[in-house]
């Protein structure tokens, strides 16, 4: 470094800027005090700022002690060699204190009522807090971050601390990754975002009334939380992405009548969620989005159906997407509402009565099966732990039989014989009260192929069959004539499909002569016109001849019709519209 002379100059001139650094902290030090005063009037500064303690400190500092009742902003910050810091008389810790000491591990912070704004923010060295002192009792000013970013904090006692003001804490552990446990036996009120991203979060020792938006997003190894005292979720986001969560159950305690958005966003685990009676105004949009093993949503407000803002509530859940677990319970006498409701009605097939919790059988839809056809059908079964004794009988076994019975604790398998035309019941009989008639409506019928064609009323010409095997029309040679014909026919089956082999030819005259065909179960127009608005086909303006197939999704069971007309506007005899029903 040099010769003696220049070491002990070095020595003065560090002396000198650093009393110059605490006069300009308000500190009133001569050339004449001793280094050893230094300490004291570094105790005796209740405020600062960042560009002054940096230059005080310099960020060498290793131990900070003293009798400071105060430590005023940025005191501290960013001194990354300090490893203790110790004011057992502080009441109050300012603005960035410490933030940014990343060696920080041992602290007294025993007497500490107030933390400001990141005041032990980014400290990633420190494991534990205690804080019997901290309470922020009469604070009305908005705080955030005290702590966040404190990668290494495992535990956090916090005796008496109860937020008074909504936004006195919001974010305060944010980031912490680490942290397991916090022991807060008089907090009733949890601020917004809190928790958040707190990953290792597992116990939260709290009489906890109500949470704000984003208070435990993020807390993915929160495995238990107890609901039962919860009054309100008073913002949205509070559980987003709890994916150890287990069960949501909601007691009369709780006072607010909705759910928010996002709720339960990402809760992966979650099996199980009760609401409340007072729960009656709004479930909100994705509240159980991507929850995807969510077994039972239970909604038991008993005087209306609650609204489900959107019906992305459930996306990715298994109500949305399994075809045998995920189901919704509501009152017994609103469960038919609930199927026709906005909203829920996507859920239809996955609403039930209440009644039904526990051991109950899925999968009860009418059967519809084409005559001398075979079909299997499975039931599965809920809350059995052993393979139940099972009957089933048809009632009537000239119009179907039951072959083939397989029955296990979690589901039933049997064939279905159709032996003739008809309808009857077929009875399960499971052991165990389920409080609901077991049985399947059997329904044999013929198939879609079988139809009719009939003329329509209102009309001079129809349709008739050709030699070629096609209905053609019969208004030929006629001009400003049209011919018009209904073809019914019945759908035994939902999404079964009707192929129509069409030919249209205009004669030439393609704007006077033409086709159509209407969609399933509208009428065309009795007249001349090209009426497209039921119209699933036209050709009108399709010149020469076109021969193709088209295809119709019928997606109820049941009676259907499609009208066919052609409009002949030329005295021509070879314009022609021609049909046949395709059979598979």
Partial sequence: MGTTVEKLNKVLETKEAIRTSINNKGGTLTENDTFSSYSTAIDNIKTGSEENFNALVDRTITIAEGEATEIGDYAFQSCVNLTTAKFKNATKIGNSAFNDCSSLKDVDFSSVSFIDSRGVRNCT???KLDLPSL??????????????????????????????YSKVANGMFTNCNSLITVNAPKMTYVPEGMFYLCSSLTNVNAPITEVSAL????????KVFDFSRLVKINGNSAFNDCSSLEEAVFTNTYTYD???????????????????????????????????????????????????????????????????????????????????????????????????IGKNIGDLDNVYIENNNTISKTIYLFGFTNTPEVEIISNDESVGTINNIVV????????????????????????????????????????????????IEGSTYGFTLNGS????????????????????????KINRKLKLECINYGGGYSASCFGMISKVDKTLELSTNNDTNNAYKSYFYVSGTTHETLSFIIDTIGEHFIYLKFV????????????KVIEE
Wanted: glycine share 6%.
């Fill in 135 to 164: 309470t922020y009792e009469g604070i009305n000013q908005e705080i955030v971050n005290q702590f966040s970013g404190d990668t290494a904090l495992k535990e956090v006692n916090m005796p008496i601390f109860n937020a008074s």
């Fill in 215 to 222: 208070s435990f997003r993020g807390c993915s190894s929160l």
């Fill in 258 to 356: 909705r759910l928010i958005y996002n709720t339960f966003y990402g809760c992966s685990s979650l099996k199980k969620v009760d609401l409340c009676e007072n729960i009656k105004t709004m479930i909100g949009s994705s509240c159980f989005y991507n929850c995807s093993s969510l077994q039972s949503l239970i909604v038991r407000y008993a005087n209306g159906v609650v609204p489900l803002e959107n019906s992305n509530a459930f996306t990715n859940s298994l109500i949305a997407s399994s075809e045998t677990e995920g189901y919704i319970y509501v009152p017994d006498n609103l469960a038919e509402n609930y199927e026709t409701a906005t909203n829920w009605s996507v859920y239809s097939n996955k609403i039930k009565p209440i009644s039904l």
């Fill in 408 to 455: 296990s604790k979690d589901k039933i398998t049997f064939d279905i014989n159709a032996l003739s035309i008809g309808s009857t019941t077929i009875d399960i009989n499971v052991s165990g009260d389920f409080n609901k008639a077991q049985s399947i409506e059997l329904n044999v019928t013929t198939t879609i192929n079988s139809y009719s064609v009939e003329e």
């Fill in 469 to 492: 095997g096609y209905y053609e029309n019969t208004n030929k040679g006629h001009q400003g004539t049209f011919a018009v014909c209904k073809l019914k026919f019945n759908a035994t």
């Fill in 568 to 579: 002949l506007g030329m005295p021509i005899n070879n314009a022609t519209l021609q049909f």
């Fill in 125 to 127: 060295s420190l494991e």
